[in-house]
């Protein structure tokens, strides 16, 4: 948990000091994920398939095969801040903020840091998912392609 807080507080100072640095997003298509669980379940599942889409300005929904083996259903908003690069070619960091379902409890809110590396039109996400009760931390890898 704390080191969940303390990633948390990391991105949110990078994100404040590259502020003048903020992407417009485009829209984009995206995978599902792969995940890997900090508590290294083996019933967990790592090859989250599912399917993807960025509209132009940020907002995003998706479904996915989830990690306890459910169809989850996404939405939110994603921002992205340039931390070095060009339009075309850049490592970012970002954040997306929004619901999913399909887990145990219901309709989950979500506040996602990520790290993106944008080599256009393809993008690929770090996305880390923070302790939430007693589930684990998850770190999941997504492609995106921007048209």
Known sequence: MTKAIALLILVASLLSMNAHASVELGPAIATGFESWHSNNRDDLNPHNTGIGLRVAGGWTLGSYYNSIRRWSVYAGYEWQWRLVGSDDHALRIGAVTGAVSGYKGGLKALVLPELVVAW????????????????????????????
């Open 120 to 147: 256009k039109p393809v993008e690929v996400a770090v996305i880390v998912i923070p302790r939430y009760t007693k589930d684990p931390i998850t770190v999941a890898l997504q492609l995106r392609y921007n048209f």
